[in-house]
């Protein structure tokens, strides 16, 4: 089992940067795919990034290269979401999500995601 317990969200205006946290506990976290979703009201929940097990590979959702930024600690067991230049369609429930390195499918694929937080929310004014 892993717990993620995500952190760091809140209103802000847009042009703005937020950083998000997940901390894992459980299971060794290096051995897992850690992934950010987003789902905004009435909409469906949405890749946003994800970082391989060691954090030598990063993927971005083509709405929001450029200005998120993905890293992780292994010795601290957190991922974190760098996000710049927020727009109002940033908007959203922030999830952080795990799955073991062996696990198949892409990584934008949330299905294939087995562990996931409880999500923070952000929220961005014009």
């Known amino acids: 089992q892993v717990q993620l317990v995500e952190s760091g969200g809140g209103l802000v205006q847009a042009g703005a940067s937020v950083r998000l946290s997940c901390v894992a506990s459980?299971?060794?976290?290096?051995?897992?795919?850690m992934g950010w979703f987003r789902q905004a009201p009435g909409k469906e929940r949405e890749f946003v990034a994800a970082?391989?097990?060691?954090?030598?590979?990063?993927n971005y959702a083509d709405s929001v290269k450029g200005r998120f930024t993905m890293s992780r600690d292994n010795a601290k067991n957190t991922v974190t979401l760098q996000m710049n230049s927020l727009k109002v369609e940033d908007t959203a429930h922030y999830y952080c999500?795990?799955?073991?390195?062996?696990?198949?499918?892409?990584?934008?694929?949330?299905?294939?995601?087995?562990?996931w937080g409880q999500g923070t929310q952000v929220t961005i004014s014009s």
């Open positions: 459980g299971r060794t976290s290096s051995r897992y795919v």
């Open positions: 970082i391989s097990a060691s954090g030598a590979s990063t």
């Open positions: 999500a795990a799955k073991h390195m062996l696990t198949g499918g892409t990584d934008s694929d949330a299905l294939t995601y087995a562990y």
